[in-house]
């Protein structure tokens, strides 16, 4: 079953981490339950709303549907949970605490820590993407990717970052390839990104809860609106199909919301 379904998903566009997870929800699956039966599936998602958060639950499904459907069984699909969305974003790094990160990082010579998040910050790259970014895209000046549906994404690359990106590169004497690499000259994965930025913001004293890939993403996100106030554009940038995704960056995160609501209310 776990075989005949890698199959099918290696036939996709799929992502290695999506299909990654897909896998592991099977595995998890056919550990719980074994086989395939409607009622299974009914207790199957029982169990993962008892034990999981509600993002997780859908992560879970998403896998059990895709795989129903590469066995012909789509009327046995799983609803998916309802998300509750909080009224502000959390854990977003500020902007403030960006620019100090960014600059430690440089002072320090940390040159490639230092382009990993300003790759991340002010092209609004997913982690996935920004391991796939070479000199040949910066020369460029956008990366071209296309979605699981076929769509096309272009993430530009700004032209100050460019410059500077190609000057680090020159130093470097790096005229073409992948650019994040890790010591062995492997790409660098997303957990090893992750987990570097983690130690980094602990040497700098910045709350690590801020510190992590996807946060980045959501800070080019915010910086974005506060200065050109068109969600449309912002959502062709993130590559979101749906502009109501995009509509949570309108939102101030809670520490936002708490300076707020001291500044201004003295009744």
């Not at 595995?27 to 993962?48: C, D, I, M, S």
């Not at 020369?139 to 994404?153: E, N």
Request: hydrophobic share 35%; with cysteine; net charge positive.
């Amino acid at each position: 079953m776990i075989e005949k379904f890698e199959r099918h998903l290696r036939g996709t566009n799929l992502s290695e981490n999506t299909i990654s997870s897909y896998l592991y929800a099977m595995k998890q699956y056919k550990e719980l339950y074994g086989e395939v039966t409607r009622k299974n599936l009914r207790q199957y998602k029982v169990w993962l709303i008892e034990n999981y958060k509600p993002k997780t639950v859908n992560l879970r499904l998403r896998a059990i549907n895709c795989y129903l459907e590469s066995i012909g069984k789509e009327k046995w699909e799983l609803p998916f949970v309802r998300v509750q969305q909080k009224a502000f974003l959390e854990n977003v790094i500020s902007e403030a605490d960006y620019e100090y990160f960014k600059n430690s990082l440089k002072n320090d010579g940390e040159m490639f820590w230092y382009f990993v998040i300003r790759f991340m910050a002010a092209t609004g790259a997913r982690v996935s993407e920004l391991v796939q970014i070479k000199v040949e895209h910066i020369k460029l000046g956008h990366l071209d990717l296309y979605s699981k549906g076929g769509k096309l994404r272009r993430i530009y690359i700004p032209r100050l970052l460019k410059e500077e990106a190609l000057s680090w590169l020159t130093e470097k004497k790096q005229e073409s390839g992948f650019i994040f690499l890790n010591k062995y000259g492997k790409g660098i994965t997303t957990r090893g990104i992750a987990g570097q930025l983690k130690r980094l913001a602990l040497r700098y004293g910045i709350d690590p809860a801020v510190v992590y890939p996807h946060s980045f993403r959501h800070r080019f996100a915010k910086s974005f609106l506060e200065r050109c106030n068109d969600i449309a554009f912002l959502a062709d940038l993130m590559g979101h199909e749906s502009i109501e995704t995009t509509r949570i960056y309108l939102r101030k995160t809670s520490t936002e919301q708490r300076e707020f609501v001291d500044r201004i209310i003295d009744w």
